[in-house]
């Protein structure tokens, strides 16, 4: 069955470092992929998202990289700040237009 | 262009009482899609509604249902309310079209 998880249940990143979050999928048919951040009390925000036809994609201070062949998708932060400390769900969508979650990063920006 | 609207924010429930529960979506948005996010079990896709027809539906029990009006706006109801129901019920706006899934800020339910 589908199912989406996160290598690491915690990060601690110092604030200015670089921050990678990564996830393995196993349904092969997963055509979409979302990273959301989520804060204490709130919903998950959307960050970005790729398609299966892209390898990569860039946003503000954030990169997605997606290996459809290992299954693996990653989510970059450049020059990570204290308000990037919350946690981080990766998502995947197949053809049911239905997400399915991992269990989500915990990331701790240290000052 | 204003996001996703829950209501209300937080409930508390006696086990066995029902509840109702409401989302309007992003203007334009014809889907809705219902999650609850428990500790334990992570976030748990519940149903998902395009044109007011449920298009996809999770493994929950039929104790949770749910339906979306002409404006697209949703409610979920829980019926028969168990401890275990306590959780942050999220909904999920989009166009329907597979992409762009925008959330509120939930409805955090207590049952006591």
């Known amino acids: 069955g589908e199912s989406v998880g996160l290598h690491l249940p915690t990060l601690s990143v110092q604030e200015g470092d670089n921050s990678i979050i990564n996830c393995a999928y196993s349904n092969s048919a997963s055509d979409y992929f979302i990273w959301y951040k989520q804060e204490s009390g709130k919903g998950p925000q959307f960050i970005i998202d790729i398609r299966s036809n892209m390898d990569k994609r860039q946003g503000q201070r954030v990169t997605v990289l997606l290996n459809k062949t290992v299954k693996h998708l990653s989510l970059q932060i450049a020059a990570t700040q204290p308000g990037d400390s919350a946690v981080y769900f990766c998502?995947?969508?197949?053809?049911?237009?239905?997400?399915?979650f991992g269990a989500g990063t915990t990331a701790t920006v240290r000052a | 262009k204003a996001g996703v609207t829950q209501t209300p924010r937080y409930l508390i429930k006696t086990r066995g009482q029902q509840v109702t529960l409401s989302c309007s979506p992003i203007?334009?948005?014809?889907?809705v899609s219902w999650y609850q996010q428990t500790p334990g079990q992570g976030l748990q896709f519940l149903f998902e509604?395009?044109?007011?027809?449920?298009?996809n539906k999770g493994n929950f029990p039929g104790r949770f249902s749910g339906r979306q009006f002409s404006n697209s706006r949703s409610e979920m109801n829980v019926s028969t309310l168990e401890l275990g129901d306590s959780a942050l019920y999220l909904c999920?706006?989009?166009?329907?079209?597979?992409?762009?899934?925008?959330f509120g800020s939930g409805t955090r339910l207590t049952v006591v």
């Open positions: 509604y395009f044109s007011e027809t449920q298009r």
């Open positions: 203007s334009g948005h014809r889907s």
């Open positions: 998502a995947e969508r197949s053809n049911d237009y239905k997400l399915s």
């Open positions: 999920a706006s989009s166009e329907g079209n597979g992409y762009g899934y925008t």
